[in-house]
């Protein structure tokens, strides 16, 4: 199964950006999707969550309010919509899934299975 992460770009701080990420390859059963991001010089940073069987969100503090992750069950598709972004905001984001169940912590990359390639979001001031 392959993560194809979209939608990234250059805005202004204050603006909008919607990101994608569609699992195609297989028919697979998803337990949870999620968004970290990682900026030039820093460590990967969880970012938002989502689970597929009670639509469960979480956020980091630092997004909480701003962001917002959703889910498309029949395009197995999850999006993350970015208001009132700020400089900090700036990173790769990647998405992730988790294709079985995992006591692992949402937060914690290594409660992921697969990985999208990154897409650049750029916050200008």
């Known amino acids: 199964v392959q993560l194809q992460a979209s939608g990234g770009g250059l805005v202004l701080a204050g603006g909008s950006l919607r990101l994608s990420c569609a699992a195609s390859g297989g028919t697979v059963s998803t337990h949870r999707m999620g968004w970290f991001r990682q900026a030039p010089g820093k460590g990967r940073e969880f970012v938002a969550a989502?689970?597929?069987?009670?639509?469960?969100?979480y956020y980091a503090n630092s997004v909480k309010g701003r962001f917002t992750i959703s889910r498309d069950n029949a395009k197995n598709t999850v999006f993350l919509q970015m208001d009132s972004l700020k400089p900090e905001d700036t990173a790769v984001y990647y998405c992730a899934a988790r294709f079985s169940l995992t006591y692992i912590s949402y937060d914690d990359p290594r409660g992921y299975n697969s990985w999208g390639q990154g897409t650049l979001v750029t916050v200008s001031s």
């Open positions: 989502i689970t597929w069987n009670d639509y469960s969100t």
